[in-house]
């Protein structure tokens, strides 16, 4: 059994989200140490995160089961921003990430976690790509409490540290809805363009 994944971060956690509709909550169960990460429904493994790129706190790893992912918090042994999920010498199993940079861990997006061997230690910005995030969002807001979109970019919003929430404002304000970055770094010094999709023109929010 496979799945897609992808994930955001903020100084304290990763939050990971595994794409599997339909799986039995009592089902779900998550091993993990230190450096590594591995899901199972039963005795089949949907995802193998390792080695991770940093320290997590394994005792302290939550998950929730919805009716379209599971979603998995990773609290970081050491606060800061990791630059991808996985080390370079890293094998994950049975799954291929969702691109997730330039869309951020703020303003990129996301490249293929098998194939990132950049340094751990230095942080990289993650963009969630905005066709990417409004498509998670149609098939979530089905099935998560029927909350729509704002309760996913609530729930987005609050897991952030004040610069990232004040970047996530900033990017989708001046790029009219079509960038989201929490990489206050970045963000905070220079004018978010519009970035539509091709084919599409920007209309003012």
Aim: charged letters at 25%.
């Amino acid at each position: 059994m496979s799945a897609r994944y992808d994930f955001y971060q903020t100084e304290k956690d990763l939050i990971v989200s595994i794409y599997k509709k339909g799986l039995p909550a009592d089902e779900v169960h998550v091993k993990a140490t230190s450096n590594d990460v591995e899901v199972l429904v039963g005795s089949d493994s949907i995802l193998k995160l390792s080695p991770l790129s940093g320290s997590i706190v394994a005792d302290q790893v939550t998950q929730k089961v919805y009716g379209t992912k599971v979603e998995l918090k990773l609290p970081k042994a050491t606060f800061g921003n990791w630059s991808s999920l996985v080390g370079a010498i890293a094998q994950t199993t049975q799954a291929t990430p969702t691109p997730t940079q330039p869309p951020k861990a703020d303003e990129s997006t996301p490249t293929n976690a098998e194939h990132d061997t950049t340094s751990a230690t230095k942080p990289a910005p993650t963009r969630k790509n905005w066709d990417s995030l409004a498509k998670e969002i149609d098939e979530v807001e089905e099935e998560e409490d029927k909350q729509g979109p704002d309760g996913f970019f609530k729930s987005l919003y609050s897991g952030l540290d004040p610069d990232s929430q004040r970047a996530m404002l900033k990017s989708y304000q001046e790029s009219n809805g079509t960038v989201l970055s929490t990489n206050w770094t970045d963000v905070g010094t220079k004018f978010q363009a519009p970035q539509p999709p091709a084919g599409t023109e920007v209309r003012k929010l």
